[in-house]
């Protein structure tokens, strides 16, 4: 079975300054990596995700995440926080045989101070 | 393509009434998945459909919930004698087979 484990319910940080979401994961089988995001109000998007390759990947608004395979790891980064991005941000995995149900972690919700 | 969408956005009922919710997926996806999400946790996966066939159920999914997707195209989720434990988001979710999945907003479901 797999289960995914993000270490931080709440993270406040000042607006322009970095964030790291931190995600560890356990699976017995390859899995693909996922970052959703929630913004107040509306419903999951994809932030990123990592399939196969470059074990460091990267979302248009400036998030990037790096895949640890030896620590299980996939934590998010932010160089520089905006107000906009205040939001819940979900880890996620899959199984890479069947790329079914997901599987998520409980969330770190992100909020920025001016 | 006007994605996801899910019917009613929000539902309120009375402890022992049964509901009904509706997913309509994005038109050429053929997998169609349930999760529920409660306050402060992760969404958590329930079953899911290819084309019209149930692949896979949770054991999350009682007896009490049933979701069909008698055509492939939308699903309905039916949950009967609803209870206070039931309270939650439910989203719905769809792809290609071994692709992104897109979530719908989501119907909140409160039990009273």
């Known amino acids: 079975a797999q289960s995914v484990t993000q270490l931080d319910s709440q993270v406040p940080v000042f607006e322009e300054a970095p964030v790291e979401l931190r995600c560890n994961y356990s699976?017995?089988?390859?899995?693909?990596l996922f970052w959703y995001v929630q913004y107040p109000n509306q419903g999951l998007q994809l932030l990123l995700k990592?399939?196969?390759?470059?074990?460091l990947v990267e979302s248009i608004n400036g998030f990037e995440a790096e895949f640890n395979k030896s620590q299980t790891s996939f934590h998010l980064r932010k160089p520089s926080v905006h107000i906009s991005d205040t939001a819940e941000y979900f880890c996620?995995?899959?199984?890479?045989?069947?790329?079914?149900?997901?599987?998520f972690g409980s969330g770190t919700r992100l909020s920025i101070r001016p | 393509d006007t994605g996801v969408s899910q019917d009613p956005r929000h539902k309120i009922t009375k402890r022992g009434q049964n509901v009904t919710f509706r997913c309509d997926p994005i038109?050429?996806?053929?997998?169609l998945y349930w999760y529920r999400q409660t306050l402060g946790q992760g969404p958590e996966f329930l079953t899911y459909?290819?084309?019209?066939?149930?692949?896979?159920k949770s054991r999350l999914l009682s007896d009490r919930f049933s979701a069909e997707r008698p055509k492939g195209s939308f699903s309905t989720l039916e949950i009967q004698r609803t209870e206070q434990g039931d309270s939650a988001m439910y989203l719905c979710?769809?792809?290609?087979?071994?692709?992104?999945?897109?979530f719908g907003p989501g119907t909140r479901l409160t039990v009273t």
């Open positions: 979710a769809s792809s290609l087979a071994g692709s992104e999945q897109y």
């Open positions: 699976s017995s089988v390859s899995v693909y």
């Open positions: 990592y399939l196969s390759g470059s074990t």
């Open positions: 996620a995995v899959t199984v890479y045989s069947s790329a079914s149900k997901i599987i």
């Open positions: 038109s050429e996806h053929n997998r």
């Open positions: 459909f290819q084309n019209e066939a149930q692949l896979e």
